[in-house]
């Protein structure tokens, strides 16, 4: 299912948003919370000074994603499929999907949501066989950053959780 040809995968869940309410309607509009800005620029530091070079930045176009994705101040792509509530396989085909100007990158950072980036995560690691029947996804907290890697760009190859950060930590 995974067919992903980059030796980097950094997957980064938005920072902390404000919470739904009647004023400001759709839960895609929730721009980041206070704390959710300083998550943000922390974990775009941290970024910035480790990250692999050639990276392709893709984000959902939830405000709270793209909000999450600015503070890095890289260019980055939006992607409506990514947004709240998408499925793996939307993601899945939106990534296998790019557009052909995109493909030259080595590393790939994705921002969005749980849960298909818990979802990916254990796709990435291989884990759906061996999860409880219950559990399908891997919970990444608010802020963080699970980066995986894989030494070649051979098919089916599984990722290796590389490091994890959270904001709090930083």
Known sequence: MIALNYHNILLWRHADAEPI??????DSKRPLSKKGLKQAEKMADWLSNNMPKNMLVVS???VRAEQTAQALKLDYIVFASLAPGA?????LDTL??????????????LIGHQPWLGLLAAQLLSLPQ??????????IKKGAVWWFKQST???????????MQTPALL
Request: glycine share 2%; proline share 4%.
């Open 21 to 26: 309410t009647e004023i400001k309607g759709l």
């Open 87 to 91: 499925t793996l396989e939307t993601v």
């Open 60 to 62: 959902s176009n939830a």
């Open 153 to 163: 760009l051979e098919k089916n190859q599984s990722f290796k959780l590389f490091t």
């Open 130 to 139: 061996v999860l409880p029947k219950n559990a399908k996804e891997i919970s």
């Open 96 to 109: 296998n999907n790019l557009p052909k100007n995109k493909l030259q990158y080595e590393n790939l950072l």
